[in-house]
């Protein structure tokens, strides 16, 4: 229930004067306000859960055992303390990015001013989709980023008040809540990326960025290096800006792990992608990084520990990862680089300007001291190394990835390598296995020895889908003759071995899907290269078209895929965004065959990211070991009712026609993923001849990878139109078998007036005319 | 308590599997269900046992035991391969959300199913599915037949340390569906 007070406040800051589109029902909402949202789309996809812990252990009541039917001492059962646990999670992730925000924004604002103008280019007039839809506000400025953002952190406090002791208790109603966060998630990612695209000049309005060196081979480990680790390029623009300025930038390589990485060469294309989270401790062990430069999220918290074992300094640049470190940040450079150099200190400095500084100076005076601790593990000495192990096989039962590493080193004692390198290549990078190990067998180290030293290619990040590009593919997103948008994004925690993602993202390329990257799938999507030496960058045309492969960039750009989900909404059907997020999202339900593939997904900012796909409408596939997140949103096709309304005649129709099936699905292998991802792009509004080419590809995937026709085809074949010419005779066979009749074709399925909403249908059928 | 193979699986709670290592009393469960069901999962395709492949053995059981198969992941084709249809083609996360609902009809629309045998699949992704039938299927048993103990079955082998072990307790077990 909206107060008065509330409502003028909420005018005062979208500027609700401005008429640049009508201000919708749900301007800057609470929980409440998109409740009745959420538990209509969880009425079909209802949570599933799959607790990970039996336990509730957050309040001195505890420990509470909540197996089954038990409930806690404070009331709650096992579903509430799941749907609690996820809303938590999510919460943690949106922070992460909206702290991000919080702070590059700020400190852009210090540098530019408040009133810095954010302008994309001439390729992009709706420069935040998501703002605009969310909180009704058109931003301008830097600061109106900055309201933005200080929205989305008054709401992270009622929910996570919620999470509290004697609070909520519903399960829906914490996916409610959690869905809301997500919602923000996005809000906040969005706002961080487009201050960091204007304040930083990172690439916009285009899709040709420049092609960067990926791989821990491209590093020129002659030369000072230093490695950038996190998310916020707020220091490692610095660096760069600091080595150009002292005409160094040929002189010093500047590299990265994770998403900073991707940051960095949207900034400079000199500098290289190491690779994903995966390979940050592989990579340190190498000792080539002489100064490791630390942000926020995703660093290993025993930096500093693996640092000192190579002989490699660490600056930690964030208020949010402060390690204990002593903060100089007002102390003059030259001290601090001494005491660096001679001392191997490790400091913090929250100044991005004399971090930069001391980096560089630290890393020239550093280098040819470490000359020799930048050797590599040979075969040899991996051999010799290898002979420790006594197969008590603690590694691998302590390997969350469940690898065979006892064994593998077992072969490695005698010579053969190939068991080693299989592990590798799907190692998720924890060091677990050195922890278990009572004989000390330095499995990272050894991993040098196997590990490829050649040089990748990665596209750098480009921001945006450019308005000019939805406008080309809107019709055919919608209408189904492109199959789908399908988005590889996450972190790199895979189930098997890191090309997974370069192969799946390659077959939907091949089949004229748009395919969009981000984060660390991103960069392992550079990491496989064909018979020509190619990676997926250099062979497939960057645009956001069919067979087209998009980078967007760091965790952060993942609003911009999401956000290209809307402006389909708003710029090819005219839907108007402005806080108008029951709508937009119904449509993107319905319309826009979209998915998201989060393979190797770790952290809770993953969580937070697919669950704000979800709330908008798009359904997230995700790897075997998302199942540790506990929730899915998943339907029953059989027996779920599929009815929605028909916006043309206003009447309820049963469909019987399950898409999407799923709004969040873990998958055990990469082939089921891929025919999942191909069943999920379809939507109730494909025309014909749209279901016609997404079913050729349903069914081709399902042939090749699993069998034989899907067993659950008739279920979305409407009319004998949608049946596609090359397999007719196989599936009218099979439909007969089937007992399949006639379902009812929409154009204008919608949600809305199926619940209890503010918003109307006349909204839907006046923007949806396309 | 058997602590389980991969400490990712580690129990937090208190309920956790029985452990069996005689085949006899893993048939005579079998044989008291009414409407079993065999899950098999793609780790099936790959484990050796011997020159065998698991799914194999799996396979074999499914025959002896008269037990109705879903194929989950791209685990279909081998088993069509190995001569027999599989009953239904669900993928994991899929069946299970149907085995939690008592009402629902089963693969072979009789009912829902009473005891659920799983063979093949990740451990941490067969524990967390496990945990889901422990929570929310109380109308169900589950029984495992991979070589790790799974603390979130009813039943679960334990860990074994030598292939021999598991082989000898699989070939038993085929042995003993094969004698009623």
């Known amino acids: 229930m909206e107060g008065t007070r509330r409502l003028e406040e909420i005018k005062k800051i979208i500027r609700a004067e401005e008429d640049w589109e009508p201000v919708g029902p749900t301007p800057m909402p609470h929980v409440p306000d998109l409740r009745n949202w959420d538990r209509r789309l969880l009425k079909t996809y209802k949570p599933f859960y799959a607790p990970f812990c039996d336990l509730c252990c957050l309040c001195t009541y505890g420990k509470c055992d909540l197996t089954g039917t038990n409930r806690g001492a404070c009331g709650i059962d096992i579903a509430g303390q799941q749907g609690r646990i996820v809303a938590l999670a999510c919460c943690i992730g949106m922070a992460c990015h909206t702290g991000h925000a919080a702070h590059i924004i700020e400190y852009l604002i210090e540098k530019l001013g408040e009133d810095y103008p954010i302008d994309l280019g001439p390729g992009v007039n709706v420069e935040c989709p998501h703002i605009r839809l969310v909180l009704g506000m058109k931003p301008r400025t830097l600061g109106d980023l900055k309201k933005a953002v200080e929205y989305a952190a008054s709401e992270l406090v009622h929910v996570l008040s919620s999470i509290h002791t004697g609070q909520e208790g519903d399960p829906v109603d914490y996916e409610s809540k959690a869905l809301h966060i997500g919602m923000l ?384 909404a708003n710029i090819f059907a005219n839907l108007p965004l ?123 995937l399902h042939k090749k990878l699993i069998g034989g026709l899907p067993p659950d085809l008739h279920h979305f074949i409407r009319t004998e139109r949608d049946i596609p010419m090359f397999f007719k005779r196989e599936v009218m066979e099979f439909l007969k078998e089937k007992g399949w009749e006639k379902k009812p074709v929409l154009s204008l399925p919608t949600l809305i007036g199926t619940y209890k909403s503010k918003a109307k249908i006349e909204d839907v059928v006046g923007g949806a005319k396309k | 308590m058997t602590m389980p193979y991969h400490k990712v699986n580690v129990l937090t709670g208190f309920k956790s599997a029985a452990e069996m290592k005689d085949p006899k009393a893993l048939a005579k469960i079998i044989k008291r269900a009414e409407r079993p069901l065999l899950v098999i999962g793609p780790r099936a395709l790959n484990i050796k046992i011997g020159d065998k492949l698991f799914l194999e053995y799996l396979v074999e059981i499914a025959k002896a035991g008269n037990i109705p198969i879903c194929a989950t992941a791209h685990t279909k084709g081998k088993i069509e391969e190995l001569g027999l249809v599989p009953d239904s083609t669900y993928d994991i996360m899929e069946i299970l959300n149907h085995l939690k609902d008592p009402e629902w009809k089963g693969v072979k629309g009789e009912g829902n199913h009473d005891l659920v045998i799983f063979g093949g699949f990740r451990t941490d992704l067969g524990n967390q599915g496990l945990s889901t039938l422990k929570h929310f299927a109380p109308h169900l048993k589950t029984m495992t037949l991979c070589k790790f103990y799974y603390p979130h079955a009813t039943f679960s082998l334990p860990n074994f340390r030598k292939d021999e072990e598991w082989k000898a307790l699989l070939e038993g077990l085929i042995e003993e569906l094969k004698a009623s």
């Open chain 1, 578 to 700: 402005r806080a108008n997020y029951e709508v937009i999202a119904d449509y993107v339900l319905n319309r826009v065959g979209a998915v998201g593939v989060a393979w190797g997904a770790m952290s809770q900012k993953a969580a937070s990211i697919a669950t704000g796909c979800n709330r908008l409408g798009i359904p997230v596939v995700l790897g075997p070991h998302s199942s540790k997140y506990r929730r899915q949103y998943l339907s029953r096709k059989e027996e779920d009712d599929w009815t929605v309304m028909d916006g043309r005649t206003q009447q309820l129709v049963n469909t019987q026609e399950p898409t999407p099936e799923h709004l969040c699905i873990v998958v055990e292998s990469k082939e089921r993923a891929m025919v999942t991802i191909a069943k999920l792009c379809m939507r109730k509004n494909d025309t014909p001849q749209g279901r016609q080419i997404k079913l050729t590809h349903y069914i081709d």
């Open chain 1, 185 to 568: 998630d996005h809000v906040g990612m969005e706002a961080a990326d487009v201050a960091q695209i204007v304040g930083f000049k990172f690439p916009t309005s285009k899709a040709d960025t420049p092609i960067v060196d990926l791989g821990w081979g491209a590093v020129d480990k002659e030369k000072p290096v230093i490695l950038v680790v996190g998310h916020n390029p707020a220091a490692s623009t610095e660096i760069i800006d600091y080595l150009r300025e002292q005409g160094l930038e040929d002189k010093v390589e500047v590299c990265g792990i994770c998403c900073t990485a991707l940051e960095t060469t949207r900034y400079s294309s000199k500098a290289k992608i190491v690779g994903p989270l995966s390979r940050q401790l592989f990579f340190i062990r190498t000792g080539i990084a002489d100064v490791i430069v630390a942000d926020e999220q995703c660093i290993r918290t025993d930096l500093t520990i693996e640092a000192e074992k190579v002989g490699s300094v660490v600056i930690a640049s964030s208020d949010k990862a402060c390690r204990g470190l002593e903060e100089v940040s007002d102390r003059p450079s030259d001290e601090i680089v001494k005491e660096m150099v001679e001392q191997r200190k490790h400091f913090l400095i929250l100044d991005h300007r004399k971090a930069a500084e001391v980096a560089v100076k630290v890393a020239l005076e550093l280098s040819p001291r470490r000359k020799d601790r930048k050797t590599l593990m040979t075969k040899e000495q991996a051999q010799e190394a290898a002979k420790a192990c006594k197969v008590c096989r603690n590694c691998e039962q302590a390997c969350p990835n469940l690898l065979p590493l006892a064994s593998a080193v077992q072969k490695a004692a005698q010579g053969d390598f190939e068991e080693l390198k299989w592990c590798f290549e799907r190692c998720i990078g924890c060091g677990k296995c050195e922890e278990a190990c009572n004989h000390g067998v330095p499995f990272q180290k050894m991993f040098q020895s196997v590990a490829s030293w050649e040089t990748w290619k990665c596209r750098a990040g480009r921001g945006p889908i450019m308005d000019t590009e939805i406008r080309k593919v809107g019709a055919p997103i919608v209408l189904g003759t492109i199959p789908g948008v399908v988005a590889f994004v996450g972190c790199s925690n895979f189930p098997e071995e890191i090309e997974e993602i370069a192969e799946m993202a390659e077959e939907f390329a091949k089949r004229k899907y748009i395919v969009v990257l981000s984060g660390c799938s991103a960069m392992v999507a550079g990491m496989k290269k064909d018979k020509d030496g190619l990676t997926i960058y250099e062979k497939y045309p960057p645009d956001f078209d069919a067979g087209g492969v998009v980078n967007v960039g760091s965790c952060v750009a993942n609003s911009h895929i999401t956000g290209a989900a809307i402006k389909i």
